[in-house]
């Protein structure tokens, strides 16, 4: 089984205001995205190197009400509070090469495995039904991708790299025990304090920080 971080997930109460949030912030302006039709969910997206991506996350305004909960939160009252000051880092998404037997042997309540389809591609995801996120986002959702290249491969370049995944935690070596487990403790830092999720990256604007 190998497992990589895949793409982190930064919700923003729309697009538009997540985009200027960036731009002051990065230095970069997104462009390229897409829609979620089961999550009634739209993105915007860019490479941020090896093979992983960063994607800004909101409701999509123009799609109906979900049959079911949305993914990350974006349905919960206290996230869209949250978003409604700035965007936020909701949660990071491992990429592995076998989601069957990870989730079968994983402690941690990841959720189901829900299956997307886009044009010739799809991708399979760990989805909580109630939508939570295990640990408030510190455990990542597993993805598994359809042959082919990377989706960041298509995407654009704007001089952004991820450079962490940091996580604190009141307890950090019950959290770091539950990482192990699912094979992901050597893609992110962790330090005790109040639980919290962010991502730093390097910019055109230099080192900046999404909590």
Same mark, same amino acid.
């Given at each position: ?40 969910? *739209? ?13 800004? &996350? ?48 994983? /402690? ?30 510190? &455990?990542?959702?597993? &993805?598994?991708? /359809?042959?082919?290249? *990377? ?48 991502? /730093? ?11």
């Amino acid at each position: 089984m190998k497992n990589r971080i895949d793409h982190v997930a930064i919700g923003t109460d729309t697009l538009e205001h997540g985009k200027k949030t960036m731009q002051k912030l990065m230095g970069v302006s997104l462009a390229k995205g897409s829609k979620h039709d089961l999550m009634s969910t *739209h993105n915007l997206v860019m490479q941020v190197g090896n093979e992983s991506f960063f994607e800004l &996350i909101a409701q999509d305004p123009e799609a109906p009400v979900p049959n079911r909960t949305r993914w990350f939160t974006l349905d919960d009252p206290n996230t869209l509070q949250r978003l409604a000051v700035r965007p936020r880092a909701l949660c990071w998404v491992v990429n592995t090469t076998d989601l069957d037997a990870l989730v079968a042997s994983s /402690s941690v309540d990841l959720g189901k495995i829900v299956t997307f389809t886009r044009g010739d591609r799809s991708w399979r995801l760990t989805v909580p039904a109630d939508g939570h996120l295990p640990e408030a986002g510190l &455990i990542p959702a597993f &993805i598994e991708w /359809s042959p082919g290249p *990377h989706p960041s491969a298509a995407q654009d370049n704007l001089g952004v790299t991820l450079e962490s995944v940091n996580l604190t935690h009141p307890q950090p070596e019950q959290l770091l025990d539950q990482l192990k487990q699912l094979h992901v403790d050597h893609l992110a830092n962790v330090a005790q304090g109040e639980a919290r999720l962010t991502f /730093s990256f390097n910019s055109p604007n230099g080192l900046v920080t999404v909590d």
